[in-house]
């Protein structure tokens, strides 16, 4: 059942997102886009990541895509006519992503058992649960502490320094957009 | 645990947005890629947290920080050089060529 949900919401994905990429309208571009995002935010679901798509709704289709949107209507860009670059740099990119995404396939070949047997010591060593402790551990974690409990711990103490350095980052980003919007650069 | 499907989606996703980014002239769809290369590259992350730990969430909420930053100062970019082109077509931005 969860893989027949994973390939519908897969599939409406990739479908968005080539709809995006080729639509002449960037209005109609963004909404296609927001759609791929809603997918992902069920995948993540189905990956046992109820808060990251949470986040992924809020964030992303939420703030960023209203971002965008906004900037496009203030650019009065409805209807620009076609944007797409010429018949030898479609054909370039045709094989550049194709390449790309043979590559990137090829590494879905390493399942987590052959991670597992080229990780361990003893090549006969073939059970991933006890390789990747960790996965299990967060999951154990999430059943006892609840979804967000289990990420609020690494993230306010393992990686606090970072989540510090990134409010730095966002202010960083605050000002630099007001500087840049207000005046002529 | 879905993982190699997942992983499989990720690399077509961020394909997709490779060729978008190579393929279009807007600025405002090249940045709409990049931001689908950057949710392509969350969702390997959480599918491989499956694997090892919370560490993967963790990257994700970096991811979008940076996505959000990304967002604002490069769309700020865009309103600049529209003042002074009236147009964001990168074939007409070309102030940095010798």
């Not at chain 1, 969860?2 to 709809?19: H, N, R």
């Not at chain 1, 797409?84 to 094989?95: C, D, E, I």
């Not at chain 2, 940045?31 to 969430?57: K, P, R």
Request: with cysteine; proline share 3%; charged share 10%.
């Amino acid at each position: 059942m969860t893989e027949v949900v994973f390939y519908i919401f897969a599939a409406i994905a990739v479908l968005s997102a080539a709809l995006c990429i080729l639509q002449r309208s960037p209005m109609v571009s963004a909404l296609w886009l927001v759609s791929t995002m809603f997918s992902l935010a069920a995948i993540y679901v189905l990956l046992n990541a109820q808060f990251i798509a949470a986040i992924q709704v809020l964030v992303y289709a939420g703030a960023i895509m209203v971002l965008f949107l906004f900037v496009i209507m203030l650019l009065n860009l409805g209807d620009a006519g076609s944007d797409l670059r010429g018949p030898s740099t479609v054909a370039a990119t045709l094989v550049i992503a194709g390449l790309l995404s043979v590559e990137l396939l090829a590494l879905t070949r390493y399942t987590p058992r052959r991670l597992a047997n080229e990780l361990s010591q003893w090549p006969t060593f073939t059970d991933p649960a006890t390789v990747f402790v960790a996965g299990q551990v967060t999951q154990q974690e999430s059943a006892a502490r609840g979804v967000v409990g289990a990420l609020a711990a690494p993230l306010f103490q393992v990686y606090l320094i970072p989540f510090e350095i990134t409010s730095v980052l966002l202010l960083a980003a605050i000002v630099g957009a007001v500087v840049l919007a207000k005046r002529n650069v | 645990m879905l993982l190699g499907p997942a992983l499989a989606l990720s690399a077509i996703l961020f394909s997709l947005g490779v060729a978008g980014v190579l393929l279009r002239r807007n600025a405002i769809v090249l940045f709409m890629c990049i931001e689908l290369m950057l949710n392509a590259v969350n969702l390997s992350f959480v599918a491989l947290a499956q694997l090892h730990g919370a560490s993967g969430h963790v990257m994700v909420f970096f991811v979008m920080t940076v996505a959000a930053a990304e967002a604002a100062v490069g769309l700020a970019i865009i309103i600049g050089i529209f003042r002074h082109k009236q147009s964001i077509d990168l074939g007409n931005i070309n102030l940095l060529r010798g």
